[in-house]
């Protein structure tokens, strides 16, 4: 042995002996020894939770709602639900339903032609899980097999206000304190009600607009959602339009934070929703959709975003039922 | 002088109880096994989380910069904290944190080990404070259980404090990885074991959310007599130094035949003219120390690093008065 290979070996002995301060992958939260304490929910998983694939690629999960093949999922991931396919249990059901939307929370309702399957069981008691409780979800997935991801409760169960706030969605210029439109953006409510450009901004649901300031004033007073009446002078006649104010970020696209770029593949849309509860499974774009379940294998919501590279939100149970009961009694 | 033992037993035991986590309590099982292996261990690392996370919570605060945040951990009743020096950024810098459930408090850092990124500061104002205590025996193995709190993206009253849960995946001299995942405003904020002892300050992350890197609180327990005195301990990445003769007061001033200087001018948002100082006051010393000319005024200056206190002694309206204040950075 000479003295080149000697010192090779010491490297190496090194080595090893800093890797003995380093636990295996599988034996990580998230490693594949840790999952199997989680079999039973795994079992459930396989059953309850839907994939969700255009082509060969994963868009979404879904969750089941029903023996007959109702289906819940994120309603921005799927878009118009065009050449999908979605495997429950084992099974594929290709071109599945899109039966009906609900902006307000981004779920989609999707029906497959099934029989006998098992829709996970809502837990309607427990309001808000404590943190630290544990939660399961959906992660890597292969036709036949559902891989547990889990994590805990991470924070209060509440609203996520939209991003941004609201707006009309118009530039204008200021000429004489009157607000004289020179531009509508494509996505806002102002684009969708016919507002042109050289419109003047008159009236807000009656109140007299003095002004950029003035303008801002009055908006601030409404929600994301709102529908406002717009008067407006075009070519010296008054007109009366109907406006949904829709959240900044919707219509300008968002602000990119420090924290977002840490963040990864977030949710296109992560704010506007009613109540959430929040947990710290690293979940992706693409993994959204599918229930959130506790020990026992109950259902504690379904995955509505990924919000940061550390924070998912879900919609709690017992909103879920009732969004549910909504879309599907719309269905019939 | 002798003291009655059973009072002083007495006495020790209160202290005992008034401690916020059980200061003996056992290493859980759970830690010892190299994976859960069924329900009953899942529930056991659940248990020990929900219980000991009231107190971890109240105890952790976000440190609001003004122009970006972190998070830290109260140790002591009378305000001491434990934060990342990349949060404080430097010695002496005053802040405000803010407690979970939204009562603020002023503060200020104290010293820094700017190699690890360990960092101390205090509450200044008068109180009694929600506080952890912290792991002293260095307990915490490679694969334990941990939990992280923290303010991420700054204090939200109706989120409340992130808490997420991981093991320790790496352990070095100075630095340990867990996967719980973090992201900006969590950095200095605390990593618990299972029993809610404090173990580690947030640090830094990695590409991938399962790398997250914590300073382990021997660090802190090593250097704590230098943090305690408000030192700039090592060259680091994490904290710059202060510079001796940037200090920035922000007057112009004339010499004054009776002695003193003259403020004949204040610039504009300096640090006089936020302290007060005005055209016409009359600075008799600074630090205690008599002004005699510019040019001394100006070599005592010179001795000063920003955010260093001075005390300059006025004379306004016939009358003396003694101000302290902060210098900017020139």
């Known amino acids: ?89 084992k099974k594929a059901y290709p071109e599945p339903q899109l039966i009906s939307t609900d902006p307000t929370w981004d779920v989609a309702l999707l029906k497959i032609p099934a029989e006998g399957l098992t829709p996970v069981r809502l837990l309607l008691d427990q309001a808000e899980p404590p943190r630290g409780t544990w939660v399961v979800a959906n992660g890597a997935t292969s036709r036949s097999l559902r891989r547990v991801q889990v994590g805990i409760i991470a924070a209060n169960a509440r609203e996520i206000p939209h991003a941004g706030g609201p707006v009309l969605g118009v530039s204008f210029e200021e000429k004489d304190k009157k607000l004289v439109v020179t531009e509508v953006a494509e996505k806002s409510g102002s684009a969708t009600a016919g507002v042109t450009k050289d419109d003047v901004l008159l009236l807000l649901d009656g109140d007299e607009i003095t002004g950029t300031e003035g303008l801002a004033e009055l908006i601030g007073e409404y929600h994301v959602g709102d529908e406002v009446t717009l008067t407006i002078e075009r070519a ?16 300008f696209g968002e602000e990119v934070t420090r924290n977002d770029m840490m963040s990864g593949a977030f949710s296109k849309r992560r704010s ?41 939100f879900a919609i709690p149970a017992s909103e879920l039922k009732s969004i549910a009961e909504r879309l599907m009694s719309q269905a019939k | 002088m002798d003291f009655p033992s059973g009072l002083l037993f007495g006495a020790l035991t209160g202290l005992l109880l008034l401690s916020p986590s059980r200061a003996d309590a056992a290493r859980p099982y759970i830690n010892d096994k190299k994976v859960p292996e069924n329900r009953h261990d899942l529930e056991v690392i659940q248990k020990h989380v929900t219980d000991s996370l009231p107190a971890a919570r109240k105890a952790t605060v976000c440190i609001d910069l003004g122009d970006g945040s972190g998070s830290g951990v109260v140790v002591s009743a009378d305000g001491l904290i434990l934060t990342a020096a990349h949060v404080t ?83 070095k001299d100075s630095t340990v990885q867990s996967d719980c995942s973090l992201i900006g405003g969590d950095s200095g904020g605390p990593l618990f074991d299972l029993n809610g002892k ?4 947030h640090s830094r992350v990695g590409q991938r959310t399962q790398e997250n890197m914590h300073v382990p609180v021997r660090e802190f327990l090593k250097n704590w007599d230098a943090m305690q005195k408000s030192e700039f301990v090592g060259e680091g990445p994490f904290a710059k130094k202060p510079e001796k003769g940037k200090g920035f007061l922000g007057i112009g001033t004339l010499p004054r035949a009776e002695g003193g200087l003259s403020i004949d001018k204040v610039g504009r948002e300096s640090p006089a003219e936020k302290a007060g100082l005005k ?52």
């Open chain 1, 1 to 89: 042995m000479n003295a080149r290979s000697i010192a090779a070996v010491l490297l190496l002995a090194t080595g090893m002996a800093s890797a003995a301060q380093t636990l295996e992958t599988a034996y990580r939260t998230n490693g594949q020894s840790v999952q199997s304490a989680f079999d039973s929910v795994r079992a459930v998983l396989q059953d309850s939770s839907a994939v969700i694939q255009r082509g060969r690629k994963e868009i979404a999960y879904g969750t089941v709602m029903s023996a007959d093949g109702y289906i819940l999922t994120k309603a921005s991931e799927i878009g118009d639900a065009s050449d999908l396919s979605i495997i429950v249990g």
């Open chain 2, 279 to 330: 055209s016409g006051d009359i600075v008799l010393k600074m630090d205690g120390v008599e002004l005699k000319t510019k040019e001394q005024f100006q070599d005592l200056l010179k001795e000063k690093a920003p955010d260093d206190r001075v005390a300059l002694e006025l004379l306004r309206d016939g009358k003396t008065e003694t101000l302290t204040l902060r210098l900017g950075e020139r």
């Open chain 1, 236 to 251: 010296g006649e008054k007109k009366e339009l109907k406006v949904e104010l829709k959240g900044r970020s919707d219509v």
């Open chain 2, 198 to 201: 404090l173990i580690g300050i």
């Open chain 2, 89 to 171: 950024g430097g010695v002496g810098k005053e802040f405000t944190v803010i407690f979970e459930d939204g009562r603020k408090a002023k503060a200020e850092s104290m010293g820094l080990i700017s190699t690890t990124d360990a960092a101390m500061a205090r509450i200044t104002e008068p109180g009694t404070w929600p506080y952890v205590e912290i792991d002293r025996e260095d307990s915490a193995h490679l694969g334990d259980w941990v939990y992280s709190l923290g303010h991420s993206g700054g204090f939200d009253k109706e989120r409340g404090v992130n808490v997420r849960l991981g093991r320790l995946v790496q352990v």
């Open chain 1, 272 to 312: 506007g929703f009613p109540k959430v509860i929040q947990h710290d499974i690293i979940a992706n774009a693409s993994s959204i959709g599918g229930p959130v379940l506790n020990l026992d294998g109950g259902c504690l919501g379904m995955n509505i975003a990924r919000a940061t590279r550390c924070e998912t």
